[in-house]
Nanobody
Framework: QAQLAESGGGSVQAGGSLRLSCAAS??????MGWFRQAPGKGREPVST????????YYRDSVKGRFTISKDNGRNTVYLQMNSLDPEDTAIYYC?????????????WGQGTQVTVSS
């Protein structure tokens, strides 16, 4: 059974950095990435990457601060988050699927908490 295992969440002060990891087991996906859900808000896409071409997407609010990368040999994607802001506080979910269209990102991890204090 395919699984996505996230790690790397935690608590940091504003301006700090965290690195999230997501290891996929049981299956290889064309697209992997990250969504997040802040308290009282809906889930929103943060960043995705096509595992073949390396084509990436970032939501506007994280451009220049977050970097997504992949290690196909380990079937793992990473999200390097720099210059973190309290607005980045959320549960971050690893996602995967046949494409990076939201409707195709059908596999979700359990989520990892990221808390940024001011």
């Amino acid at each position: 059974q395919a699984q996505l295992a996230e790690s790397g969440g935690g608590s940091v002060q504003a301006g700090g950095s965290l690195r999230l990891s997501c290891a996929a087991s049981g299956e290889r996906y064309n697209c992997m990435g990250w969504f997040r859900q802040a308290p009282g808000k809906g889930r929103e896409p943060v960043s995705t990457i096509y595992t073949g071409s390396g084509t990436t997407y970032y939501r506007d609010s994280v451009k220049g601060r977050f970097t997504i990368s992949k290690d196909n040999g380990r079937n793992t994607v990473y999200l390097q988050m720099n210059s973190l802001d309290p607005e980045d506080t959320a549960i971050y979910y690893c996602v995967a699927g046949d494409s990076c269209a939201n409707r195709d990102l059908r596999h979700w991890g359990q989520g990892t908490q990221v808390t940024v204090s001011s």
